[in-house]
Nanobody, 120 residues
Framework: QVQLVESGGGLVQAGGSLRLSCAAS????????MGWYRQAPGKQRELVAD???????NYAASVKGRFTITRDNAKNMVSLQMNSLRPDDTAVYYC??????????????WGQGTQVTVSS
């Protein structure tokens, strides 16, 4: 069984910073892509940033230059440093990973979500 556990959400004023972290645990043979998605009320879930095991990072246009995704492969962790936060960054943020666990293929896993609220 694989779990993704997020931490680091909260309330911050516009212009402030937050750091989200996500740790994958359980039986893990390999992790392909790790990333962050978000879902604001009444909107669809959208990609914020992701980082493949090999390759370059992907950022949503709205966060490029403000957010930075990093990965610690030894600890099966992914983090998202969010700077210059804006009220429209308010959403539930979800950790996502493609993980090869007890099967021969990769499955898509999600964390439980962490709330980020940016006040104006």
């Amino acid at each position: 069984q694989v779990q993704l556990v997020e931490s680091g959400g909260g309330l911050v004023q516009a212009g402030g910073s937050l750091r989200l972290s996500c740790a994958a645990s359980g039986t893990i043979f390999s992790i392909r892509t790790m990333g962050w998605y978000r879902q604001a009320p009444g909107k669809q879930r959208e990609l914020v940033a992701d980082l493949p095991s090999a390759g370059s990072t992907n950022y949503a246009a709205s966060v490029k230059g403000r957010f930075t995704i990093t990965r610690d492969n030894a600890k099966n962790m992914v983090s998202l440093q969010m700077n210059s936060l804006r009220p429209d960054d308010t959403a539930v943020y979800y950790c996502n990973a493609f993980i090869k666990s007890t099967t021969y293929y990769y499955n898509n896993y999600w964390g439980q979500g962490t709330q980020v609220t940016v006040s104006s």
